[in-house]
């Protein structure tokens, strides 16, 4: 099969998830956890003054607003129309783009943060791998997952295809050029029982 094949493969798989896409609006408990992570881990990453920020599944903009508020320059990118004309209606930069395809040159951030979306990816190898080209050297990689198999049961969500353990995640950090940093487990409890995410700080 020729290369031009291989990628109309692809493409017509991907095509075929766009039914899985639906807006997510923010929510109480979430926007908490990104407050609290960005501030447990605002003293272990070192941000130049203007850092330039690319968020990851930006939703409808909790991150940017904090982000923009520490001074930094964020961009946003979501596979979401609606969420984005949000962003855009709050003053964001938000583009439509996937996680595993940035149209983004080499280098171009300081850090990315990537909350709850790295799960989506059919190929979080590759996925990552394009967070690393896009940062700069020594620039820093923030990612939170929801664990396997807690009472959420995340693994059966309908757009989650890469809900995997927490050793293959650091493992997939690391192949992909990261230090690790630090890594957190955030335990809660939510209406169906205990559940648990995992989140990943890695340098370049």
């Excluded at 408990?29 to 690319?54: D, E, Y």
Aim: hydrophobic fraction near 40%; charged fraction near 20%.
């Amino acid at each position: 099969m020729d290369l031009e094949s291989k990628f109309g493969r692809l493409e017509a798989f991907l095509q075929g998830l766009q039914s899985d896409i639906y807006p997510e609006p923010p929510t109480p408990l979430h926007n908490s956890i990104t407050r609290q992570m960005f501030g447990c881990l605002g003293a272990k990453w070192s941000l130049p003054p203007g850092a330039r920020v690319l968020d990851v599944g930006c939703g409808q903009g909790p991150a940017l607003d904090l982000f923009e508020k520490h001074g930094y320059q964020p961009v946003g990118i979501t596979l979401n129309g609606q969420e984005a004309a949000i962003c855009r209606a709050k003053g964001f930069s938000v583009l439509e783009m996937d996680q595993s395809f940035l149209a983004f040159p080499d280098q171009e951030f300081d850090l990315v943060w990537c909350r709850h979306c790295l799960e989506h990816s059919i190929f979080p190898f590759f996925t990552l791998a394009g967070f690393s080209r896009v940062l700069k050297p020594g620039g820093w990689l923030y990612v939170e997952v929801p664990a396997p198999d807690t009472a959420s049961r995340h693994q059966t969500n309908r757009n989650h295809y890469s809900v995997l353990g927490k050793s293959m995640w650091a493992e997939l950090l690391m192949r992909s050029g990261f230090q690790l940093v630090d890594v957190t487990e955030i335990r809660l409890t939510v209406m169906c029982g205990a559940d648990e995410y995992w989140a990943f700080l890695g340098k370049k």
